[in-house]
């Protein structure tokens, strides 16, 4: 049984930092394409960064230079550092495991978690 879950989140000043973490089991975390992904109340889920198998790492625009994807193979846990948060960044925050990540869209993405609150005040 595959299980992705997600923890670290809270509630954090603008300019503020959090780090996310997934535990993943149930599948090999990088024999995957592992993402990041986000939904605001009111608005759609968005890819926020993901790692493919040979370990490249991509961002969506609004995230480069302050947020930062990484795993550790030996533990099977994906990370997301996050950096100089701001209002706009308050979502929930999912984990996800595709077997293919062409598009880096939200439908190739087979397996989630249930998701963690990033709350940033302003």
């Known amino acids: 049984q595959v299980q992705l879950v997600e923890s670290g989140g809270g509630s954090v000043q603008s300019g503020g930092s959090l780090r996310l973490s997934c535990a993943v089991s149930g599948l090999t975390s990088s024999q995957y394409c592992m993402g990041w992904f986000r939904q605001a109340p009111g608005k759609e889920r968005e890819r926020v960064a993901s790692?493919?198998?040979?370990?490249?790492?991509t961002y969506a625009d609004f995230v480069k230079g302050r947020f930062t994807i990484s795993q550790d193979n030996a533990k099977n846990m994906l990370y997301l550092q996050m950096n100089s948060l701001v209002a706009e960044d308050t979502a929930i925050y999912y984990c996800?495991?595709?077997?293919?990540?062409?598009?880096?869209?939200?439908?190739?993405?087979?397996?989630w978690g249930r998701g963690t609150q990033v709350t940033v005040s302003s």
């Open positions: 790692i493919r198998k040979n370990g490249g790492t």
């Open positions: 996800a495991a595709a077997v293919w990540c062409v598009f880096q869209s939200v439908g190739e993405y087979a397996f």
